[in-house]
């Protein structure tokens, strides 16, 4: 009886096909079952159960690592979807753009020169990985007390802006989410690397989601805007940092349930609960949008 190869999940952008159609083959050759999804434009559930099984059963993840790669949100949910199901990640590069950052303590391959040696070289190395997630380097963020307390305000702001939806005052709501625009915008300005100005960013375009279709929210409808997308980015750049930041990962979450990416949202969210409670107990607000998407996913 033949012997299963082991699968191998590869990530990229479809701008890089004809590179991962080599590293494809180059993992084919070397004894592996590499998973690669063909499509040319990515269409159906960011998260699909296929997509979620493919990687679940993947021995590894080889990530072709580009600039339009860095800007992909598939590539970006694949990378940190493997990360969450604790397979290891391959990174293959194709250009000067970093690596996210808890990756950067990683062993890459460098295509942009020899690349048929380091073809040669992906299969053993993907034999190598160990049978768990990548080790990443602690977070040392130096804060200045200018930038710690700009976070302070602006996370004061954003409860109290939410404390004014929650006694139905709509209107003075949205005056200070105007206010609170321009004093966010600055921040991202000024402290543009930062990950908790990041993750205050993804919360800022998640509230002005909410008031600019405060009616149809509260409904239950998410029409499209380009408000999810904006938050969503900077989700992603914070959890590209910090990829157990539980306040990201569900932030992360409803947005993706905004877009109906309910398997996704889900998976996320699901994350947050769990990052929470190793590191400081319940996260009640992950915990109920939990039961909500759960809801919405059993009602669709």
Request: proline share 3%; with cysteine.
């Amino acid at each position: 009886m033949a012997r299963k190869r082991p699968r191998v999940f590869i990530s990229y952008s479809s701008v890089n096909r004809n590179v991962a159609q080599q590293v494809e083959a180059a993992l084919d050759a070397a004894g592996f079952d590499p998973w690669l999804d063909r499509s040319d434009i990515r269409v159906g559930a960011l998260l699909g159960k296929e997509l979620q099984q493919a990687i679940k059963a993947s021995r590894a993840l080889v990530l072709i690592w580009s600039k339009a790669a860095s800007v992909s949100r598939w590539v970006a949910t694949e990378v940190l979807t493997c990360f969450h199901l604790d397979r290891f990640i391959v990174p293959c590069v194709l250009s000067g753009t970093e690596l996210p950052q808890f990756l950067s303590r990683s062993v890459y391959f460098d295509l942009r020169k020899g690349r048929k040696d380091a073809l040669e070289r992906l299969g053993e190395q993907v034999m190598r990985a160990p049978r768990s997630r990548n080790e990443f380097p602690a977070i040392e963020s130096y804060e200045s007390e200018e930038l710690q307390q700009k976070i302070d305000q602006l996370a004061h702001q954003q409860q109290t802006m939410l404390g004014l939806l929650e006694s139905n005052d709509l209107s003075g709501a949205k005056k200070m989410q105007v206010k609170l625009s321009a004093e966010m915008l600055a921040a991202e300005k000024r402290w543009r690397y930062d990950p908790m100005i990041l993750n205050l960013a993804g919360y800022h375009h998640k509230n002005s989601y909410m008031l600019k279709h405060w009616g149809e929210y509260c409904a239950g409808r998410f029409p499209k805007d380009d408000e999810l997308q904006q938050g969503e980015r900077r989700f992603f750049d914070t959890l590209f940092v910090n990829p157990i930041d539980c306040n990201a990962l569900n932030g992360l979450g409803n947005l993706l349930l905004f877009q109906g990416e309910l398997l996704a949202a889900e998976f996320f969210v699901e994350k947050a609960v769990k990052c929470a409670a190793k590191t400081g107990g319940p996260y009640t607000q992950a915990i109920h949008d939990l039961e909500l998407i759960r809801r919405r996913s059993r009602a669709s």
